[in-house]
């Protein structure tokens, strides 16, 4: 069993940053792909950002690419998302999640594919 707290959200001017944190326990953390996923209001949740259990692969949506970065510290449990240049549509709130496969090998996008989720931060970009 995983459990994920997030952290860092707030509200920020356009053109400024972020960094969420997503702090998690259970043992299967550093074995699992993570990802972030974003829900603004009245619209479904997506993608944002994934990373391999071994930080060897990432994959990002076409929206944040070049602007968000993820990476993890298995030493720490924690997986993170540095977000730049952002914009008032990147406004949501943002979720972490934990793949519901050990070792897959590669990163994998649908919410469908994740099994643990965090409560959620809220992001809110001003124009």
């Known amino acids: 069993q995983v459990q994920l707290v997030e952290s860092g959200g707030g509200l920020v001017q356009a053109g400024g940053s972020l960094r969420l944190s997503c702090a998690a326990s259970g043992r299967t953390f550093s074995s699992v792909a993570m990802a972030w996923f974003r829900q603004a209001p009245g619209k479904e949740r997506v993608f944002v950002a994934a990373?391999?259990?071994?930080?060897?692969?990432?994959d990002y949506a076409d929206s944040v690419k070049g602007r968000f970065t993820i990476s993890r510290d298995n030493a720490k449990n924690t997986v993170y998302l540095q977000m730049n240049s952002l914009k008032p549509e990147d406004t949501a709130v943002y979720y972490c999640?934990?793949?519901?496969?050990?070792?897959?090998?590669?990163?994998?996008?649908?919410?469908?594919?994740?099994?643990?989720w965090g409560q959620g931060t809220q992001v809110t970009v001003s124009s």
């Open positions: 990373v391999s259990w071994r930080s060897d692969k990432t």
């Open positions: 999640a934990a793949d519901r496969m050990i070792t897959r090998s590669r990163v994998v996008v649908a919410a469908s594919e994740y099994n643990y």
